[in-house]
C-alpha cells in the first residue's frame, strides 16, 4: 500500500494532552487495539509515548475509551486513570458526546441534508454491518444525520452527526442509500484509496471532561491527502 503512514511514538498526532485523557488524531493505518494481526496498536504507541514523554517507570496505564475502524482517520480518546476511563466510558455509552465525521462519496445523496435512520445487522463471519429500512432479526436500530458541506468536481464531501454507535454505521448507512464512502470496497465503493484507508474521518468531538466537568471541543485535521485538501 503506497504512502502510508503509522503513528509512532515519535510523530504521534496528539490533540489534547492533561493527567486524566491523552486523545490523538489517528492514521489511516493505525489500529486502535490489538487483534489477530499482530500489528503493534495505537494504544501500545501512546503508551510508550508518555513513557518516554514523562519518563515513567514501570507500566503505563491507559484505557481504550473507544475505537475507530482500521482504513478510517480521525479522533481516538485514551484515558489515564482508571477514574477517567471509567467516566469516559458511561460518558460514551449514555451518548453524553457530540461526534462529527466529515466522509467523501461519489454520488449525490438525493437530498442535501437528511437524517437516515436504519436498523443495522452485524455479520461476524466477514465482519460487515448491513443496514435495513425495516427491523430484522438481531438488528439495532441506527440513527445519523448529514449535510453536504462540499462538491468537488467528481466527488462529495458530507459532515455527518451520529445518533447512535453501532458497528460500521456511517459506512453501511451511506452504502444502502447508494452513496458508499470513497475507497471502501467493503461496502461498494468500486476501487480503493492508495493507501488503503478509506474517506471516513472523525472531525470532532465535544464531550465534559470527566474530572473538572468544563466543555472539550476536539477538531482533528484532515490527512494531508489530495480530495482531504479540497475541503
Not at 519518563?55 to 485514551?78: E, M, Q, W
Amino acid at each position: 500500500m503506497a504512502n502510508k503512514i503509522i503513528s509512532t511514538k515519535d510523530n504521534l498526532q496528539v490533540l489534547f494532552e492533561d493527567n486524566h485523557l491523552i486523545i490523538v488524531n489517528k492514521r489511516v493505518g493505525d489500529i486502535v487495539q490489538g487483534d489477530k494481526t499482530g500489528d503493534t496498536p495505537l494504544s501500545e504507541v501512546v503508551k510508550e509515548y508518555i513513557k518516554g514523554k514523562y519518563a515513567k517507570p514501570g507500566n503505563v496505564f491507559l484505557g481504550v475509551v473507544h475505537r475507530l475502524d482500521r482504513p478510517t482517520t480521525g479522533i481516538v480518546v485514551f484515558a489515564r486513570t482508571s477514574k477517567a476511563l471509567t467516566r469516559m466510558n458511561e460518558l460514551f455509552s449514555s451518548r453524553e458526546t457530540n461526534k462529527t465525521y466529515w466522509a467523501v462519496i461519489k454520488s449525490r445523496p438525493a437530498k442535501s441534508e437528511d437524517v437516515l435512520v436504519h436498523y443495522i445487522k452485524r455479520n461476524p463471519q466477514n465482519n460487515t454491518s448491513k443496514a435495513h429500512l425495516k427491523e430484522v432479526p438481531d438488528s439495532k436500530k441506527a440513527s445519523l444525520d448529514y449535510k453536504i458541506i462540499k462538491e468537488l468536481d467528481r466527488y462529495i464531501a458530507l459532515e455527518i452527526n451520529l445518533h447512535t454507535g453501532r458497528h460500521h454505521q456511517i459506512r453501511a448507512q451511506l452504502a444502502a442509500i447508494g452513496a458508499p464512502i470513497k475507497g471502501d470496497l467493503k461496502y461498494g465503493f468500486d476501487r480503493s484509496n492508495p493507501d488503503g484507508g478509506i474517506h471516513l474521518h472523525a472531525r470532532k468531538l465535544v464531550f465534559a471532561h470527566p474530572v473538572t466537568k468544563e466543555s472539550i471541543q476536539i477538531i482533528a485535521p484532515v490527512p494531508n491527502e489530495v480530495i482531504w485538501n479540497l475541503i
